[in-house]
C-alpha cells in the first residue's frame, strides 16, 4: 500500500505520475530564493513554472517550519534561520573530529556555559558544534547579524585579529562598524588596539557587545603554520563569570590546545 506522502513526493497537483511532488516543489522554491538572494513570489513561479498559487502555498508552509521569511517591506521571500541549523547538523555530521567535540562536551559540562567550535576563513567563520543545556543556552540568534559583524563577537574578533594589516583595514575602513549594543566597540582606533592584544594573547573576550547581558571568550586553533584554523568559545549571563574569569579563561584555552592537537594529528575518527 503506498502512503499519502509517498503519493505526494511522485504525483504532481495535476496529478499525473512523474510531475515534481510536493517535496519536489519545495526544494525547487528554496533553490530559486537561494539563486538570488530572495525572490518575489513572481519570480519564483517564473524560475520554477510552479503556478503562483501554490508557490504562496508552499512559501507559508516553509516560513512556519522556519526555511523562508517574508520581507514584506520588500514583499519578497528569502531564506530562513532553519536551513542554518540544517546547515550545523551537517557540519557536526561530517566535519568535526569525535575527539574535538568530545572536548567541546567536556568544557560545557566543567563550566556550565554554552560551548562552542567555529571553523575560520580570514573574518569569516562558521559555527560547527555547540553543546549546550536548558540552564546554558546558546546565543540566539547565531544567523541575523552573527556573521556580518566579527567586530562585535568573540569569534569574529579572533578572525580579525588573524588577518593581515592590510585586510583588517580593509574591514576597519569599509565604513561605520554597526553598534548592536551601547557596549559594541566601533571606534577603529581602539579595535586595532584590541586586536592586536588578542593576536598577542590567543583570546577574545565579548563583553556584552552583541546581545545585552551575555559575554563570550573565544580562544584560538592554529595549525602547524601558525595559522588560525578555527576558535572554541563559550557564552553565558556576565553574571556566571563573577569570581572565576581566570579559570574559564584557563579551560577555554586547554580546550582549544586540546583540539588543535587533533586537527593537527591527521586524520580523525568521526
Known amino acids: 500500500m503506498t502512503s499519502t506522502k509517498d503519493s ?3 504525483v504532481g497537483e495535476s496529478g499525473q505520475p512523474g510531475q515534481p511532488g510536493q517535496i519536489g516543489r519545495a526544494i525547487a522554491v528554496l533553490e530559486a530564493v537561494a539563486e538570488h538572494g530572495s525572490s518575489t513570489a513572481r519570480g ?3 524560475a520554477t513554472g510552479i ?4 508557490v504562496y502555498r508552499l512559501a507559508q508552509e516553509l516560513i512556519r517550519a522556519g526555511y523562508l521569511v517574508h520581507l514584506r517591506g520588500e514583499k519578497r521571500f528569502a ?3 532553519g536551513l542554518h541549523r540544517l546547515a550545523v547538523g551537517l557540519h ?3 566535519g568535526v573530529p569525535r575527539a574535538v567535540r568530545e572536548e567541546i562536551h567536556a568544557m560545557h559540562r566543567d563550566l556550565g556555559m554554552a560551548s562552542y567550535l567555529a571553523i575560520h576563513r580570514g573574518s569569516d567563520f562558521v559555527v560547527v558544534h555547540v553543546v549546550d543545556s536548558p540552564k546554558a543556552p546558546r546565543l540566539s540568534p547565531l544567523t541575523f547579524g552573527f556573521h556580518e559583524s566579527p567586530h562585535a563577537t568573540a569569534f569574529g574578533k579572533a578572525g580579525l585579529a588573524s588577518l593581515l594589516p592590510e585586510e583588517q583595514e580593509e574591514y576597519l575602513g569599509a565604513g561605520p562598524l554597526r553598534a548592536h549594543t551601547d557596549r559594541t566597540l ?3 582606533v581602539a579595535l586595532r588596539a584590541q586586536l592586536v592584544e588578542i593576536a598577542e594573547r590567543g583570546i577574545a573576550w565579548e563583553h556584552q557587545e552583541f546581545v545585552p547581558g551575555t559575554s563570550c571568550l573565544a580562544a584560538t586553533i592554529k595549525a602547524d603554520d601558525g595559522m588560525l584554523v578555527g576558535t572554541v568559545a563559550v557564552s553565558a549571563p556576565v553574571a556566571a563569570y563573577e569570581g572565576r574569569m ?3 579563561e584557563d ?3 586547554a580546550c582549544a590546545s586540546r583540539a588543535g592537537r587533533a586537527y593537527r594529528g591527521g586524520p580523525q575518527q568521526h
Open 8 to 10: 505526494d513526493v511522485r
Open 79 to 81: 531564506l530562513g534561520y
Open 246 to 248: 581566570r579559570h574559564v
Open 92 to 94: 557536526q555530521d561530517l
Open 251 to 253: 579551560r577555554v584555552r
Open 186 to 188: 566601533t571606534d577603529p
Open 44 to 46: 519564483i513561479a517564473d
Open 51 to 54: 503556478p503562483l498559487p501554490t
